[in-house]
């Protein structure tokens, strides 16, 4: 079985958000055209559809760690805040962005809760990680031949 870790991230994401959005698994709310995604950025993103890949990105996240919570999660997509003169801090990106995305995705049954906390990537999503990481694989093994080992 082909897996995400086998895949380069920058060519898995692009495809997972373009099913993600074929599948109408995530729809970005209202307010997502508005907010920043953590108080470590200045602007909003300018992106149209960068909900899409926040989610695919999420949702690869949730598969490479295992079980994960949305805290863990925040500050996994968290930066550096500019404090002017002072050094800079870490600081988490936002949890509210995170949790809608977290939420739809279980909702379209592609992560599921994990005991009492986080989550964890179920059948459904781990089929769909697998069959788009293999489709790159595959294309991939015919441009370079010793990539075919990992189909």
């Not at 939420?103 to 599921?112: I, T």
């Amino acid at each position: 079985m082909t897996h995400p870790n086998d895949v380069p991230p920058s060519l898995l994401l692009p495809q997972l958000a373009t099913e993600l959005k074929n599948r109408q698994a995530v729809q970005p709310p209202e307010w997502a055209t508005f907010v920043k995604t953590g108080v470590h950025k200045q602007r909003a993103p300018v992106a149209t559809d960068w909900w899409y890949l926040r989610s695919a990105s999420v949702l690869r996240k949730i598969y490479v760690k295992g079980h994960i919570g949305v805290t863990r999660l925040s500050s996994e997509y968290g930066g550096k805040r500019d404090r002017g003169s002072a050094p800079y801090h870490a600081r988490t990106g936002s949890r509210a962005i995170l949790r809608e995305i977290v939420h739809q995705l279980e909702k379209s049954g592609l992560v599921q809760r994990y005991k009492t906390q986080g989550r964890r990537v179920s059948a459904e999503g781990e089929k769909l990680l697998a069959s788009i990481s293999k489709g790159i694989l595959e294309k991939l093994a015919s441009e370079r031949p010793e990539l075919a080992k990992y189909l």
